[in-house]
């Protein structure tokens, strides 16, 4: 019925939300990475080493793992030493229909996208 179907679309909204901050810590702390070591690292577990660590490793895992966090897998790639990207991929395929968006994605510029890099720039409140 209707009211179910806005509250499935109203929960997959928030999930996305989530995984959207998420994206943008891991964003933030890629850049922090970058700025003091030059480089991007070569997997997320990095941010979570060192005396004082940029991730909790736990988080790190969980956002990586396949069942994710809230409904998303986070899968980071570096390319170069200054160039990466992270897709954000739903986890379950009932997002796939639900979502407005399918899988985001983002890279050292900063700008979300949905749909692998396809999509146009999404705006975000």
């Known amino acids: 019925d209707k009211a179910t179907e806005l509250f ?3 929960a ?12 943008r810590l891991i964003l933030i702390t890629l850049e922090a990475h970058f700025v003091d070591s030059g480089t991007y690292p070569e997997r997320l577990g990095e941010l979570g080493l060192g005396e004082v660590p940029l991730l909790d490793t736990d988080h790190i895992r969980r956002l990586e793992s396949e ?30 229909k639900l979502s407005r968006f399918r899988t985001l994605f983002v890279d ?17 409140d």
């Open 8 to 10: 499935a679309e109203q």
């Open 108 to 124: 050292e510029t900063g700008v979300f996208r949905y749909d692998n890099a396809g999509g146009p720039p999404v705006e975000f």
């Open 12 to 23: 997959d909204e928030a999930r996305q939300r989530g995984a959207v901050s998420n994206g």
């Open 67 to 96: 069942e994710g966090t809230a409904g998303y897998r986070f899968v980071y790639t570096r390319i170069a030493s200054n160039r990466f990207h992270l897709l954000i991929k739903p986890t379950r395929p009932g997002f796939r």
